[in-house]
């Protein structure tokens, strides 16, 4: 079944490359098409359009689908193109003319809007929840290792003491910069296009502020044009805040990779966690935090693939941005999945300690040294001058004391603002509010 099939029947090679892998990521939108049926229905019921003995009727046979879907139990037959030729098959076989009728005062153009607006909004709520729970973790780490003192680097080059509680308290707290960029996708994504039909509108006096109520949206795309464009866009927008977290977890997993190096020894995993090698029995791979490194550096292409896949289209809807869910949609699981895995793995890490007691690290503390001096009355550049030439004399000397505590240093952590900011950021996403009008609409 087909919405738009007349009297001419495609060429089975077109239907077939058109089509392509869509019904597979249909599936994944099943639930969001009917909620975005059962509001369609009730508006067309508001403004006269359907009888609301049609509505009810359609509703609660809307209802029952989205019970089997909710089941596994849902499934795009053979011979249907999509998920909205699914549905509307159903209704129509089971209610005859009240089926036929849902699809008055709309395009397939909006219902998929509308449809990919929904998952992404349940998606990125999916993430978020995710991500506040290895944020705590890694705060929970965070105080744990807090006088577990590591080398800090730059150019790969030790510079000066760094710690554990810093490490985990910074990953923590670059989670909270992502959620932000997350809200703001959301922002993007919380918007209804319901009723934006092809993408210019409707001759029928539909009511779009009641969908957008139904269906728990802050506010409609108010211009029916821009709706239509606003799709590849909500999507890239979406995308580039997925890339924020994945780069995160794949810099920390980075770090991980090197800590386990037996050159640096910083940190140690249960055997369980890690693999070994074919022909080296003593090997211990840090198989976990490659593969999120590497999945996660492949969702940081994802902005620039769906750029490139929406470049230079004209507005209105073109066939390209069907292939933009075969992308960003499996994105969600394996980030997911990568922030799954580190917390498992950080659930069970054993830090070193006692590094920086190694030789090899006492100039990372000629800072603490020359800062000393500077304490004393000494100008900067002559504490400078002094420290550099013990060094080069090789009669440098130093405490292993570190004295840092202003905020967000070794020794004054700000564990409690951080997390703040987190649950600030998290709030004023208000999935309460949309999760209590979903409910509404589906009981």
């Known amino acids: 079944m087909k919405l738009w099939q007349k009297n001419t029947n495609v060429h089975s090679a077109v239907e077939n490359f058109t089509v392509g892998n869509d019904k597979d990521f249909d599936l994944m939108l099943a639930p969001f098409d009917v909620l975005g049926n059962i509001a369609h229905a009730k508006m067309l019921a508001s403004i006269g359009l359907l009888t609301h003995e049609d509505a009810d009727v359609l509703v609660i046979e809307l209802k029952k689908i989205y019970k089997n879907i909710e089941e596994g139990k849902f499934i795009i037959q053979d011979g249907m193109e999509d998920v909205h030729s699914q549905v509307e098959f159903l209704l129509t076989e089971k209610l005859g003319d009240a089926g ?16 990919v607006k929904l998952y992404l909004r349940h998606e990125i709520e999916q993430l978020v929840h995710a991500i506040g729970s290895f944020f705590e973790l890694l705060q929970q780490k965070s105080e744990q290792y807090k006088k577990h003192l590591l080398p800090g680097y730059t150019h790969l080059q030790i510079a000066m003491p760094s710690s554990f509680g ?10 909270v910069d992502d959620v932000e960029t997350l809200r703001a996708a959301y922002t993007v994504v919380n918007k209804n296009p319901l009723g934006s039909a092809a993408g210019y509108g409707s001759s029928f006096p539909i009511n779009r502020t009641l969908t957008t109520e139904l269906l728990g949206f802050s506010a409609l795309n108010y211009n029916v044009v821009y709706a239509q464009m606003g799709r590849g866009k909500a999507e890239r927008i979406t995308a580039q805040a997925m890339a924020n977290v994945a780069d995160t977890l794949a810099k920390m997993s980075m770090d991980m990779c090197l800590y386990l190096n037996q050159n640096f020894d910083f940190v140690s995993f249960p055997a369980e966690l890690t693999t070994g090698s074919s022909i080296m029995p003593h090997k211990k791979n840090p198989d976990v935090f490659e593969l999120i490194r590497s999945h996660c550096n492949r969702i940081k292409a994802l902005p620039n693939e769906i750029t490139m896949m929406t470049t230079n289209l004209p507005s209105g809807y073109h066939r390209d941005l069907q292939l933009l869910k075969e992308h960003l949609f499996p994105a969600f699981g394996t980030l997911q999945d990568c922030i799954n895995m580190a917390s498992l793995m950080f659930s069970s890490i054993t830090v070193k300690e006692n590094i920086l007691a190694d030789e090899k690290y006492k100039y990372l503390f000629s800072v603490e040294e020359v800062n000393k001096l500077v304490l004393q009355g000494v100008p900067f550049r002559d504490a400078y001058k002094k420290v550099g030439g013990d060094i080069e004399q090789d009669n440098f000397s130093y405490d292993a004391n570190i004295a840092h505590t202003h905020e967000g240093s070794i020794n004054n952590l700000q564990t409690a603002q951080i997390s703040e900011l987190m649950q600030s950021a998290i709030r004023q996403f208000n999935f309460s509010k949309v999760n209590a009008a979903l409910k509404e609409l589906i009981q």
Do not use: C, M, T
């Open 166 to 175: 810093l490490w985990f308290g910074a990953y923590a707290e670059s989670l």
């Open 100 to 115: 036929k009728k849902i699809h008055s005062a709309r395009s397939r153009n909006d219902q998929v809007l509308v449809d």
